[in-house]
């Protein structure tokens, strides 16, 4: 027997070890977190039968019946006393709505806010945020916020909320709302569609949340008391909202969202001009009260923001996130599986978006699809989709069936077993197509721990893919584990990724490893000092090559020390002993024409980085990160930073800014890479909006400008005029430029 093969025996034991210790974390644990607080706070939402107008005045006599979620609870600076800001949160409801009235005391008029526009960052500026848990079982929940000058958002929350990555607001839904300032005080009004949720029918009560950034008083609040090492979004802690009478079924209109589009693209390196006018559209279908169903025939994402830029000194391939609205509700069901560093069977990206023969990233037509997702039953999710994208005969593209399924079942209080199918096929033979990419499929297995009280979670994931000439190393697998204390926190992962296991439509780093990672930190919390929390972290992570009988191709030996301000800032410096063994030969300037690091050799290299981050609240930030040492056989200097400035509330400038000086030895090339990327965001009104992206990347040889001017003329309706212009680098050469006018309609039937 081979000692790889050995040695994933041994790795499959460790895995399901791991995954045996994780069912210790289902069990009741009385932990220090909790901190004698009401843990079953609740008020009750009366019936109505009258309207409520969100003009952002309590004044309708209805609201002095209704009962309150009061008595907020500091959560920054700190996070055992009552909130020194209160905060008055009443509810009611009808068959059609849910009204909430919202009275937020502050020290003054003084407000910080970024904008005008619609989907605000929450924290570096005033608001609060609801979070309702409607199918109460504490992995997803609906959110929608507010702020002092009525400004709104909404949002979602998956996976309990472990991580920011389980936080998204690029989701939209129609609602009401707005706000009115008075000395020490705003008021906000906010109705919101019964529909705009899933739930039960029947349902008496719904978990519920709620938490407010204070910038006058530099103070965090919830109403539920939650400690500081638990996300403010997470869905642990969380108190009940009792309505009055069962809920009744949902009646949720078909939404119609249709489009059009006119564009002009002007492509200088070929020399030719494509004048292009599309029509389209989405579908938006309720299933009972939890079941979404998501039409899309010929979707337009011309308007979406364009990707930042980035930097790579790496060997790999970088993800970017989802920024389309498709792909948005529910994308937990489709998204999560896996791990979603090196093993993520499904990255949504991979639809509509391939390359060409040169390599390059460009668009791929979709010609339609559906996506089906939500609940079948209390504790059983389902997720379900199917899209076509078209063939490109003159880019080597072919057409392709896109589909997923994807079923989540609820285990002990907060845990959950997944399964799925991915199938990505070729629909007809063309000449460029190489027959091991006429299709690929990816069966897997999920188990995702989540303990009650948060302190435990974890995951243990097995997939296997079938395509054409496997070898049979086509199994990715693996374990994680962690623990999360005031004061301690301790994670453990292992992960094995077969030499053949391929995932067309996912994001799989690289194959052919077997990785280790573990994490130690201790936290300190001063008391009657400047510093908010202060802790001192280390993690080891090392990967091996299984076909390679072995061979520790990389680690990386990390210690870091990270201090958090009471005002807000941060800072934090690193050490850092790397190896890595190239396989192939690789130049890490990314240069055309220079001689790449030879291949089949071991580099070691330490570097030191500190970072500075100011306080976001201020009408002026920045951050600074500095980075120097050795770089493979030569040497590196970095620094990356950026600066927000407002000019409340219209208009918002921003600057991300990043340089690498790299000095490799000759005859090996050495280079200094720049990115420089500013952006102006005005925000005319509530409903008019004028951004302008402007990015310098000279590894990409690219200078872009993306101008866009947005119109909300109707609820969730838009007129967009989009510019964009890209040029290269040396010479200033123009590449391509494009003017886009869409216009998109919400019609609710």
């Given amino acids: 027997m081979s000692k790889p093969f050995s040695t994933v025996k041994s790795f499959t034991f460790l895995t399901i070890f791991l995954w045996v210790i994780s069912f210790y974390g289902q069990s009741p644990i009385k932990s220090s977190i909790y901190y004698g607080q009401n843990t079953n706070k609740s008020f009750i939402v009366k019936k109505i039968n009258e309207t409520i107008v969100p003009d952002g005045v309590l004044d309708e006599a209805i609201w002095e019946t209704a009962n309150s979620a009061d008595e907020f609870w500091e959560y920054f600076p700190l996070d055992s006393i009552p909130a020194r800001q209160q905060t008055v949160i009443k509810m009611l409801y009808d068959d059609t709505n849910l009204y909430i009235g919202i009275t937020v005391y502050a020290l003054g008029k003084d407000y910080a806010i970024q904008s005008l526009k619609r989907d605000y960052r929450a924290g570096n500026s005033d608001n609060i945020t609801l979070l309702f848990d409607t199918f109460n079982d504490a992995n997803n929940a609906f959110l929608f916020g507010i702020n002092p000058y009525g400004v709104r958002r909404e949002g979602l929350v998956s996976n309990g909320g472990l991580d920011r990555r389980d936080f998204t607001i690029s989701w939209d839904v129609k609602w009401r709302g707005d706000s009115k300032i008075y000395d020490n005080y705003y008021t906000s009004e906010l109705v919101i569609p019964l529909t705009s949720f899933k739930f039960k029918e029947g349902e008496t009560k719904w978990r519920f949340n709620s938490y407010r950034f204070d910038s006058q008083s530099n103070e965090t609040s919830t109403w539920m008391n ?35 589009n006119g564009s002009v693209l002007k492509d200088f390196e070929e020399d030719n001009t494509t004048n292009k006018f599309s029509v389209g559209g989405d579908a938006k279908v309720a299933i009972g009260n939890s079941m979404n169903l998501d039409i899309t025939i010929n979707p337009d994402f011309s308007q979406v923001e364009v990707d930042d830029q980035i930097t790579n000194l790496t060997r790999f391939e970088v993800s970017l996130p989802e920024k389309r609205q498709f792909f948005i509700d529910n994308n937990d069901l489709f998204g999560s599986f896996g791990d979603s560093r090196d093993a993520n069977p499904f990255f949504s990206r991979r639809i509509g978006i391939a390359q060409d023969t040169a390599d390059n990233t460009i668009e791929n037509q979709i010609i339609g699809g559906i996506r089906l997702s939500g609940k079948l039953t209390k504790d059983l999710r389902l997720g379900f989709l199917n899209l076509q994208t078209a063939e490109d005969e003159e880019n080597e593209i072919s057409s392709n069936n896109n589909m997923m399924l994807a079923l989540q079942q609820k285990v002990f209080d907060r845990s959950n077993i997944g399964v799925f199918f991915i199938n990505r096929q070729a629909v007809k033979g063309n000449d460029f197509l190489l027959p091991e990419d006429e299709y690929n499929r990816v069966l897997g297995l999920d188990y995702n721990l989540i303990s009650k009280d948060n302190l435990w979670n974890g995951k243990f994931f097995f997939q296997k893919s079938f395509q054409p000439e496997s070898n049979g190393k086509d199994l990715a697998t693996g374990a994680r584990l962690e623990y999360n204390s005031r004061n301690y926190n301790i994670s453990g992962k292992v992960v094995y990724v077969g030499e053949d296991f391929r995932s067309d439509l996912g994001f799989v780093r690289r194959t052919d490893i077997l990785k280790s990672f573990m994490q130690f930190e201790r936290v300190f919390w001063p008391q009657n000092s400047f510093i908010q929390n202060h802790a001192f972290q280390f993690f080891p992570i090392a990967i091996w090559s299984p076909s390679r009988d072995m061979q520790n191709t990389d680690y990386d030996f990390r210690g870091q020390w990270e201090a958090r301000f009471r005002d807000q800032s ?75 400035f407002r000019f409340q509330p219209k208009v918002f400038l921003s600057l991300i800014m ?79 430029r494009s003017i886009n006018l869409k216009i998109t309609y919400w019609l609710n039937i």
């Fill in 226 to 260: 939650i400690p500081q090492n638990q996300n403010i979004f997470g869905l642990t802690f969380m108190g009940d909202m009792v309505f009055e009478k069962p809920l009744g079924k949902s009646k949720t209109p078909l939404a119609l969202i249709p489009y059009v």
């Fill in 658 to 736: 990043r340089y690498d000086n790299i000095e490799l030895p000759d005859p090996y090339p050495s280079a200094d890479i720049w990115l420089i990327s500013p952006k102006i965001e005005v925000t005319f009104s509530k409903s008019i909006f004028w951004s302008t992206l402007i990015q310098y990347s000279n590894q990409r040889d690219n200078f872009g400008i993306n101008s866009r001017l947005q119109w909300r003329f109707a609820p969730l309706s838009d007129l967009f005029l989009v510019y964009n212009d890209n040029y290269f680098v040396d010479g200033f050469a123009p590449k391509t």
């Fill in 570 to 644: 941060r800072f934090s410096a690193e050490f850092s002993h790397k190896y890595t063994f190239l396989i192939d030969d690789f130049d890490p300037t990314g240069s055309d024409d220079g001689i790449p690091l030879p291949g089949n050799q071991g580099y070691y290299y330490n570097s030191v980085q500190v970072q500075f981050n100011s306080d976001r609240r201020k009408i002026f930030s920045y951050s600074l990160e500095p980075t120097i040492g050795r770089f493979f056989n030569g040497n590196r200097f970095s620094v990356e930073g950026g600066m927000t």
